[in-house]
């Protein structure tokens, strides 16, 4: 995965979701790892970057897909990815909570530079009635790193390939041009504690 100077942010979104998305479906052990705990089955891994859908006639265009399949079922899920400071976007959450529910995905998944404390917590305001029958996730960057060296150092990855796949994304999310920065502040929440 080569780390150089992005043209742009949405450049740069785009290189971090297609590794995280090529890597999860590379290596099942991290893919399981980290879907598991959100319903998804142990099955074949399809990530797709940047697949255009309408709603309402209208073109969306979410970060990338995730489907597992095992016996004829299928978990499918949205992912949106933001890079650096560049926030999730409430309007754009609600629209792939929409998108996901005509199109009958179980999941909307987001990774961002926001941290929350468990998954199932959200780090900005959705309206709620949306998420009633698909499921709204949330990674940081940090934990999706944390996970992938968990993963690799005391899991295990069984194949040597996938170990060394997820020893790269490891040393991409850990560069700081990759826009995974590290925790750097406590935020504004903070003075309330």
Same mark, same amino acid.
């Given at each position: 995965?080569?780390?150089s100077s992005a043209?742009?942010v949405?450049?740069?979104?785009?290189r971090l979701?297609?590794a995280?998305?090529?890597v999860m479906a590379?290596?099942p052990?991290?893919?399981y790892?980290? +879907?598991?705990?959100?319903?998804?089955?142990?099955g074949?891994?399809e990530?797709?970057?940047?697949?255009?859908?309408?709603?309402?006639?209208?073109?969306?265009?979410?970060?990338?897909v995730i489907?597992v399949?095992?016996a004829?079922k299928?978990?499918?899920?949205?992912?949106?990815?933001k890079i650096?400071?560049?926030?999730?976007e409430?309007?754009?959450?609600?629209a792939?909570?929409? +998108?996901?529910?005509?199109?009958?995905?179980q999941a909307?998944l987001?990774?961002?530079?926001?941290y929350?404390t468990s998954?199932t917590?959200?780090?900005i305001e959705?309206?709620r009635?949306?998420v009633?029958?698909t499921?709204?996730?949330?990674w940081?960057?940090?934990? +999706?790193?944390?996970q992938a060296?968990?993963?690799?150092?005391y899991?295990?990855?069984?194949d040597?390939?996938?170990?060394?796949?997820?020893?790269?994304?490891?040393?991409?999310?850990a560069?700081p041009r990759?826009?995974a920065?590290?925790?750097?502040?406590t935020?504004s929440?903070w003075?309330a504690v």
């Open positions: 995965i080569p780390i043209s742009g949405e450049a740069q979104e785009r979701a297609s995280l998305l090529a590379a290596v052990e991290f893919g790892a980290l +879907l598991k705990p959100l319903g998804a089955p142990s074949k891994f990530t797709f970057i940047e697949v255009p859908f309408k709603l309402e006639g209208k073109p969306v265009r979410p970060d990338g489907v399949t095992r004829g299928s978990w499918s899920a949205l992912l949106e990815a650096a400071a560049h926030p999730l409430p309007d754009q959450i609600n792939y909570l929409d +998108l996901a529910r005509e199109l009958d995905f909307v987001s990774v961002s530079n926001q929350v998954s917590e959200y780090p959705i309206d009635r949306k009633r029958r499921k709204l996730h949330h940081s960057w940090i934990d +999706l790193l944390t060296t968990v993963q690799k150092e899991r295990g990855v069984s040597p390939d996938q170990a060394y796949m997820l020893g790269e994304l490891i040393r991409y999310l560069d990759s826009g920065v590290a925790f750097d502040g935020g929440g003075t």
